[in-house]
C-alpha cells in the first residue's frame, strides 16, 4: 500500500485512528513480521509474538514519534521479544537438567509418584485458588493453550490472562514454596 511507505503519514494516521486504519496497518506488517520471528521461535509462537507486538502497538499509538521508522520499530520489538523467549525457555530447560541430576534416583522411583504426597498438596493449593485463576492456570499449564487461545475461549483480553496467570503462580509459588523445585521438574 502506497501510504504506508510514509512513515509519518502512517503514524499520524494511527494516532487518529479508531481501529480501521490500524487493521490496514496490521495487515501489511503482520506476514512480515511473522516471516522474520519464526528465524527465532517455533510457528505457534511466532504468531503469539507478532500479535502481542501489533497490540502493544495499538495500545501506544498515540506516543509513536512521526520521525522514528515504524517498520525499525515493529521488527526491533519482535527480534527482542523472540529473543526473550528463547533465553527464557533456555533457562528454564538448563534449570531442568540440573534439577533432573540432582534428584534423578528420586525421580526414577515409581513410588514416587504413586505414594507422594506433592501432588495432593498440589491440587489442593490448587483447588484453593479463585476460580478465574485457576481456569487460566489449567488451561495454559495442563491443556498447553497459549495466551490468546485462552483469551478467545474465554472471552477476555490475553492481557487478562496474564495477569489471571501471573496472581495464580504468585499464589501457588507462595503456598508450595518449600516444594517448587521438586514440583516444577515433575509439571514440566
Known amino acids: 500500500m502506497n501510504l504506508l511507505n510514509n512513515n509519518e503519514e502512517t503514524i499520524i ?3 487518529k485512528d479508531n481501529g ?3 487493521e490496514v496497518v496490521y495487515k501489511y506488517y503482520f506476514p512480515g513480521l511473522y516471516s522474520f520471528a519464526t528465524q527465532y521461535v517455533e510457528n505457534e509462537e511466532a504468531k503469539e509474538v507478532v500479535q502481542d507486538t501489533m497490540l502493544w502497538l495499538w495500545e501506544n499509538r498515540h506516543t509513536l514519534i512521526p520521525e522514528l521508522s515504524l517498520k525499525s520499530l515493529l521488527f526491533t520489538i519482535v527480534k527482542n521479544k523472540c529473543l526473550n523467549s528463547c533465553n527464557r525457555g533456555q533457562l528454564r530447560n538448563r534449570m531442568l537438567e540440573t534439577m533432573k541430576e540432582k534428584h534423578r534416583e528420586r525421580f526414577e522411583d ?9 501432588f495432593s498438596l498440589f491440587k489442593q ?3 484453593q485458588l479463585p476460580e478465574n485463576f485457576r481456569e487460566v492456570f489449567e488451561m495454559s499449564r495442563m491443556e498447553g493453550l497459549t495466551h490468546h487461545e485462552i483469551a478467545k475461549r474465554l472471552g477476555v483480553s490475553p492481557q487478562t490472562v496474564n495477569y489471571r496467570l501471573g496472581k495464580a503462580l504468585d499464589i501457588l509459588r507462595t503456598e508450595l514454596k518449600d516444594y517448587l523445585p521438586i514440583l516444577l521438574v515433575m509439571l514440566l
Open 110 to 118: 515409581p513410588d514416587f509418584y504413586l505414594e507422594n504426597e506433592l
Open 13 to 15: 494516521l494511527l494516532q
Open 20 to 22: 480501521s486504519f490500524f
Open 125 to 127: 493449593a490448587l483447588e
